[in-house]
């Protein structure tokens, strides 16, 4: 299991040049002028893990399968979007679909490169898409809230909880912010995630430097990073421009250009990491002599589930899970040390996957 972001933003940001950079392609076309991209384009990219090559090394593994990721390059949005200016319906649709949002910012300079709206300023350029997220959410809530608060006062019980929830993101989208701000208790959060809000989804800010910030960001990034700690949303900074550089070099060649512009990795690597935090998501490892290989699941979830990302029948039929814990794995050499050292264990159907952890699942279907 992976997941999917969608890379928003306004026109003329580098969205389509970071997500060119990303996956490597040259399916989206990254041009000088709004709407240069019009349908969503879809992009899978391995997700870089050095404990994966480092587990393969040790036991001679044939074959390397990192998880992936799925990046979808949204068309840009403008003010209006939410009544359907600049094709603001269609976008609005896509953005629905994915699990959470890159919200890219421009934070550079450059008169060559036309702004739609005329001035570099991303706090404001990323209130511009928020508000039309907002607005957009806060149509759909006032339309689907009438028939149920009927229902509510006709005695349904589960029409009064929609009601309430309804309500709570409503409050918010009415004072001008976004309804992944609201308290919502553990037992109403199904239906919270089945109202499919826009604003609800988690928000990464991307912020696209010119080259010689990338290492150390500009007042501009500042100002976007301050905005998402307040929010307590993520934030990373990337030079779109040095991502398209590196996608062009061998990967023996990359490191000494990283080197030389003061970076220790790809935007890439960093852009994962960030996302995997927002949406909360660790990797555990399955290794042999035919392939290592990494899976991607929600923090917190129990082994049986995490055996299903696998294989339905892995779920159905689990008995237990050998696990080793990653340092375990490399410092004892292998599964074989790992035995040996009594740091192999067998857990049950209760037990919760631990990101690193290398896992043997026992099953009967």
Not at 111 to 138: F, K, Q, S, W
Not at 193 to 221: F, H, I, Q, R, W
Not at 347 to 363: N, R
């Amino acid at each position: 299991m992976g997941f999917q972001c969608g890379i928003v933003g306004l026109p003329n940001v580098g969205k389509s040049t970071l997500f060119n950079a990303l996956t490597r392609t040259a399916a989206a076309q990254a041009a000088n002028y709004p709407f240069c991209t019009i349908e969503p384009n879809t992009g899978d990219v391995a997700v870089p893990d050095e404990r994966l090559d480092r587990l393969a090394a040790i036991a001679k593994s044939a074959q390397i399968i990192p998880t992936r990721i799925t990046f979808v390059d949204i068309a840009g949005l403008v003010r209006g979007a939410s009544k359907g200016e600049g094709l603001g319906n269609q976008f609005l649709a896509t953005i629905r679909q994915v699990d959470a949002i890159a919200h890219v910012l421009r934070c550079f300079d450059d008169g060559e490169i036309t702004h739609v709206e005329g001035r570099v300023d991303p706090v404001a350029d990323a209130e511009t898409v928020e508000t039309e997220l907002m607005l957009a959410d806060l149509d759909s809530l006032e339309r689907r809230v009438v028939p149920l608060q009927k229902k509510a006062q006709g005695g349904d019980k589960e029409a009064k909880r929609e009601v309430a929830v309804m309500n709570a993101a409503l409050d918010l989208l009415r004072a001008g912010k976004p309804a992944r701000l609201a308290e919502i208790s553990a037992e109403d959060r199904a239906l919270f995630t089945a109202m499919d809000l826009l604003t609800a989804k988690p928000v990464l800010y991307v912020c696209n430097v010119d080259e010689a910030s990338a290492a150390t960001g500009n007042a501009y990034s500042a100002r976007v990073e301050a905005k998402a700690k307040a929010e307590g949303a993520g934030c990373v900074v990337i030079s779109a421009a040095i991502e398209a550089e590196i996608a062009q070099l061998e990967p023996a060649d990359q490191a000494d250009y990283l080197q030389s512009l003061g970076l220790k990795e790809p935007g890439l690597n960093r852009l994962i990491r960030a996302g995997y935090d927002l949406l909360g998501l660790v990797t555990y490892f399955t290794v042999g002599p035919k392939e290592a290989r990494a899976w991607t699941i929600v923090r917190g979830t129990r082994a049986p589930q995490a055996a299903g990302v696998i294989h339905t029948d892995f779920e159905r039929g689990f008995i237990r899970a050998q696990t080793i814990g990653y340092d375990d794995y490399i410092r004892l050499g292998g599964e074989t040390g790992a035995k040996d050292s009594g740091r192999a264990r067998d857990e049950g159907k209760d037990y919760i996957v631990a990101d690193g952890d290398v896992m043997h699942f026992k099953f009967n279907v």
